[in-house]
């Protein structure tokens, strides 16, 4: 069973229709949102992401009774370092061009729209249908074409596989991470691979253990990126299942 998908308007669409969706969309988000607009260059290829202004606003809006289900906290709203050098990782690379791909909490899409214009055929996903909004214009933005669609990692349905699953700084919360290593088995095609990227939490080192106890072999690469005034260390943790 495949997943619900919306494409974002694209492919086939002119420059104009793409920009009056893109107005249509920021005033709607513009209403309900103190908005973030910044600019990125991975591999000599520029990028504009929209994204919330201050997540920390966005807590007044939980709703208790849906915290008291599912907990979560929106973490979506805003883009975080991993997510940053996870793009710059995929574009720099080239390793995902030509491939199928999914990312988990994706957040606003950037790793997502990194890979898109790699030249990887993405499925960009979040629990958050708020963040899949963001994901929609940012990707119009920039021109990329990907599909979208809510996914809630503890419970994967269907069949779907993927060459590559991608994620960045998803190992926040212990109750997270089999969960995320359990998401990453089902949905990897044969011979795939999952990249994650971790701003080297020590949560991290308990997800390793389960990944190894999953079968899965593990290949690290530790980069930096500039945040500010300050130097992000991050690990992009690559997956692949251990052969015979």
């Known amino acids: 069973m495949p997943f619900e998908r919306y494409t974002v308007p694209v492919s086939g669409s002119s420059d104009a229709a793409i920009d009056e ?3 249509r969309l920021r005033a709607e988000l513009a209403a309900e949102y103190d908005l973030r607009e910044v600019s990125h260059r991975f591999a000599e290829s520029d990028f504009t992401f929209l994204s919330v202004l201050d997540s920390y606003a966005l807590l007044d809006r939980i709703d208790p009774a849906a915290f008291v289900k599912d907990e979560q906290m929106p973490y979506w709203a805003e883009i975080w370092p991993a997510a940053v050098t996870l793009s710059r990782q995929i574009m720099e690379s080239g390793e995902l061009a030509g491939k199928s791909v999914l990312e988990l909490g994706a957040g606003v899409g950037m790793a997502s729209i990194a890979a898109a214009r790699s030249g990887a055929r993405v499925l960009c996903t979040d629990y958050s249908t708020e963040a899949l909004r963001f994901v929609a214009w940012n990707a119009m ?5 990907l599909d979208t669609s809510r996914l809630d990692w503890r419970m994967i349905k269907g069949d779907e596989k993927f060459d590559a699953v991608i994620a960045a700084d998803v190992l926040y919360e ?4 089999l969960p995320i290593v359990t ?8 011979g795939g ?3 994650i990227a971790d701003p080297r939490r020590r949560l991290a080192e308990q997800f390793l253990e389960l990944v190894h106890e999953n079968g899965f072999e593990i290949a690290e690469t530790r980069m930096f990126d500039a945040e500010g005034d300050q130097t992000v260390a ?3 943790y690559k997956l692949q299942r251990a052969t015979a």
Request: proline residues 8%; positive net charge.
């Open 141 to 145: 933005k920039n021109r990329v074409p």
């Open 174 to 177: 212990r109750v997270n991470l």
């Open 193 to 195: 691979a999952a990249w």
């Open 183 to 190: 998401a990453v088995d089902a949905l990897l095609a044969p």
């Open 234 to 236: 991050v690990t992009i």
């Open 21 to 23: 969706e893109l107005t």
